[in-house]
């Protein structure tokens, strides 16, 4: 069975600083889909990111960067120099390939970013 | 951009009502899907739908539920006899062919 677990449940940090989101999965399978998204308080899922488990590649995104270790079976988000904007609730999910393809969700972690 | 349209964005419903939530999904998608969040509780998948008919369900997604894709471009979550644990938000997601899933933006079932 699949699973992912977001250890950090709620986060506060100060504008400007850097803040990383801990994301930690567990699976049998050898090909799957990780992600993150992005659920502000209007409650709409805005979608982050996509990473094969193939491509153990960091990627960088602008004042976001994710960090995909298979070793320890982690995907970390950061984002850096943070904005009140980026206050929201962010999921770390992950699914099969060429499984029965539904997205498993981590519980959350709700990151308030104060001024 | 395409997107995936949801509607109503907020339903209210007595216990016991039937309730019909509809989705409209990206037009060119094939894969097509059904999630619940309870308020402050994690996003849980309910069902999937392909060539018209259920990939998969959830233990979640029992007799009370359905999913109905009645013409080309609707795709319905239908709740028979709703109960007071079934308010959450619902999301309906597509995809195309090694797609990621697009989510909508969410209906808000209230059930009283």
């Known amino acids: 069975a699949q699973k992912v677990t977001q250890a950090q449940t709620e986060i506060s940090v100060v504008e400007k600083e850097d803040v990383t989101l801990d994301c930690v999965y567990e699976?049998?399978?050898?090909?799957?889909?990780l992600f993150w998204y992005k659920q502000p308080p209007s409650g709409e899922l805005v979608f982050l990111i996509r990473?094969?488990?193939?491509?153990?590649q960091n990627e960088i995104s602008g004042r976001y960067s994710w960090n995909f270790q298979k070793s320890t079976s982690s995907f970390n988000f950061t984002i850096t120099a943070s904005q009140v904007v980026d206050s929201a609730v962010y999921f770390c999910?992950?699914?099969?390939?060429?499984?029965?393809?539904?997205?498993?969700f981590g519980k959350g972690t709700r990151l308030h970013i104060l001024p | 951009e395409p997107e995936v349209t949801q509607t109503p964005s907020h339903q209210v419903t007595q216990m016991g009502q039937e309730v019909i939530l509809r989705c409209v999904p990206i037009?060119?998608?094939?894969?097509f899907y059904w999630y619940r969040q309870i308020l402050g509780q994690k996003v849980e998948f309910l069902v999937s739908?392909?060539?018209?008919?259920?990939?998969?369900k959830s233990e979640i997604f029992d007799d009370q539920f359905s999913v109905e894709r009645p013409d080309g471009s609707n795709f319905t979550l239908k709740i028979r006899s709703t109960k007071l644990e079934d308010s959450a938000m619902y999301f309906c997601?597509?995809?195309?062919?090694?797609?990621?899933?697009?989510f909508g933006d969410g209906t808000r079932l209230s059930i009283l």
């Open positions: 739908f392909y060539n018209n008919e259920i990939s998969e």
């Open positions: 997601a597509s995809r195309g062919i090694y797609q990621p899933q697009h």
């Open positions: 037009s060119n998608h094939l894969y």
């Open positions: 699976t049998r399978d050898t090909t799957y889909y």
């Open positions: 999910a992950l699914s099969i390939v060429g499984g029965d393809d539904k997205i498993i």
């Open positions: 990473r094969n488990s193939f491509d153990e």
